[in-house]
């Protein structure tokens, strides 16, 4: 049996959930925003234990795999349901750092994306090229970095999620905010995007034509993104899953740039991919991958 | 700029890191010189009010050059003998203090994104692995210690705890038995941290573990200091 964990109307998690019900895959789900009556029972030895659901009880030796897209326990009035739910999300959140089985992704397998230029250097140790960096709090090094790499973007350090802008004149006049708080810039790279999504050992790749210069937020700016399934070369893949199975991570969303001639350059790993947006547009079968991986590998450890 | 010499061991800690503090202490009364030539405590909030000049290049290679808060020393990667990240606070600038929490949030977790990178970047010259989210490395929920404990035939508790096992590179301090020490070992090496502190019950069953050791027990100062030195000079040596 395969568990799944996560907001119950995150498409992600919904759109795998249907696919282990069509594949008739035994499953529970425990739903974050449906914990009434949801206890999470662990053991000290933090594998042991039971799920109890309304007319359920579901023992943890039984499940074999997850899927897990934890999100922060919903806000509530109800102090006592607060402290008990943030309480079960922690136990949840232990279980699946440690549980003995396939677990997409674990915790603590996710925190390479914590930090972009961090992630950066791992992501150049698996084989690929990542934009050129520069995080400070001196103006004048970032004028220098333009001057010398041409036009740059600016984004957050972290994993907290942001909008990637171009460092235009607007921008630039802004440059002194720099010394409150150091600021991560990259060299622009041009090329196609392309999101390669891989589970386990398998690759499904997107390609998106978007005038914008962050393709997620492209319909906000009045833009638009046309997202087509594409093929990597064999060599390429691989790469992929390399680079996946490098962080620890057995689904994983590669955010690429592909330059005319074929180069690769790599902007980030995300360990919880909204995987279904592509999905989506494109019919690749991710979440049937998905359900796949977890219901037919043995488990790991 | 005034020119500085080469901090062989710079420890990052908390104010109240009383622990950070002796151990400092201890690096420079064994290196027989001036403690401001030999180990170098910086606070976090120095840090975090640094000059940052942080760069990846496209081949992943590092580069970074900082200059703690008051501005007078910096360390440059080819200054750094070994760092110890102990500081588990977040942190904040003076900037961000009278903003909201949210902005304050943000850049904390900004501020520990940026010291994961530059860690990273020393290699080796770390004594934990940092995590992307965490520079002081492997923030694991007890329960996963004890999981991972358990899963290596070790006992488990969620008793008070009663005694603390260190490592510190290849010496453990405060073993009862062989298998509390190679269990030790074990888990330091599965978190990659050369110091590590593994915390039992009364009855020696594992309660929980983690990278920043309290330094409390006897001797944990001293084998701190020991790890630090022996790690300071193979970074020079390299």
């Known amino acids: 049996m395969i568990c799944f964990h996560g907001y119950g109307d995150d498409p992600a998690l919904a759109r795998a959930v249907a696919a282990a019900e069509r594949a008739g895959v ?22 042991h234990g039971q799920v109890r659901l309304p007319g359920r009880r579901v023992a943890l030796t039984d499940l074999t795999g997850c899927y897990a897209r934890p999100l922060a326990p919903l806000p509530s009035p109800d102090a006592a349901t607060a402290a ?13 750092d440690a549980a ?9 397998a996710m925190h390479s994306n914590g930090s972009k230029p961090y992630q950066a250097q791992l992501i150049a140790a698996a084989g690929f090229a990542v934009p050129r960096t520069l995080v400070t709090t ?9 001057a010398e790499v041409g036009p740059v973007v600016f984004k957050s350090v972290s994993g907290v999620r942001s ?35 891989v589970v386990g050992e398998r690759c499904f790749a997107t390609r998106i034509e978007s005038p914008a210069v962050d393709y997620r937020y492209a319909e906000r700016d009045g833009l638009t993104a046309e997202l087509t399934a594409c093929e990597l070369s064999d060599e390429l893949a691989e790469r992929c899953v390399r680079l996946a199975a490098a962080l620890g991570l057995v689904l994983a969303g590669i955010d690429l740039k592909l330059a005319p ?9 995300n360990p919880m991919p909204g995987y279904s947006f592509f999905e989506a547009h494109t019919g690749q079968p991710i979440s049937e991958a998905i359900v796949q991986h977890l219901a037919d590998v043995p488990a790991l450890v | 700029m005034p020119t500085t010499r080469r901090p062989l061991v710079t420890i990052v800690a908390d104010a109240d890191d009383t622990g950070a503090r002796a151990t400092a202490q201890a690096v420079a009364l064994a290196a027989g010189c001036g403690t401001r030539h030999t180990v170098w405590l910086v606070p976090t909030d120095a840090l975090a009010r640094g000059r940052w000049h942080h760069t990846v290049d496209p081949d992943g290679t590092p580069r970074t050059h900082v200059e703690p ?21 977040p942190a904040v600038t003076p900037s961000h203090g009278a903003g909201t929490a949210a902005d304050r949030a943000y850049a904390a977790t900004e501020l520990a994104a940026l010291f994961s990178s530059w860690l990273l970047g020393l290699g080796d010259r770390v004594v934990t692995r940092p995590e992307g989210t965490s520079p002081a490395g492997a923030a694991w929920d007890a329960t996963v210690w004890r999981a991972l404990a358990a899963a290596r035939g070790a006992a488990v508790s969620t008793d008070p705890a009663s005694r603390r096992v260190l490592v510190a590179g290849d010496r453990v301090v405060g073993a009862a038995t062989d298998a509390e020490a190679t269990l030790a070992r074990d888990l330091a090496e599965q978190a990659a941290s050369r110091c590590f502190e593994l915390t039992l019950d009364a009855h020696g069953r594992v309660v929980d573990a983690g990278v920043t050791p309290a330094l409390t027990g006897p001797g944990h100062v001293a084998a701190a200091a020991g790890l630090l030195l022996r790690l300071a000079a193979r970074g020079v040596a390299a």
């Open chain 1, 163 to 197: 909008v990637v802008r171009v460092l235009d004149e607007a921008a630039a006049e802004r440059l002194e905010q720099v010394r409150h708080l150091p600021t991560q810039f990259q060299a622009r790279v041009p090329g196609v995007d392309v999101r390669v999504h």
């Open chain 1, 261 to 269: 001639e074929g180069h690769a350059t790599c902007f980030e790993v």
């Open chain 1, 100 to 108: 003995p089985i396939t677990v997409l992704n674990r915790p603590r």
């Open chain 1, 26 to 47: 035994h499953h529970v789900v425990v739903d974050q925003q449906q914990l009434t009556g949801v206890e999470f029972e662990l053991a000290d030895d933090g594998t």
């Open chain 1, 84 to 96: 008990r739910e943030a309480e079960l999300a922690g136990r949840m959140v232990a279980w699946l």
């Open chain 1, 138 to 146: 001196d103006p004048d090094a970032v004028r220098a970095f333009v």
């Open chain 2, 69 to 89: 808060w008051p501005h007078r020393r910096s360390l440059a990667d080819d200054q750094v003998g070994v760092v110890w990240f102990r500081s588990r606070c």
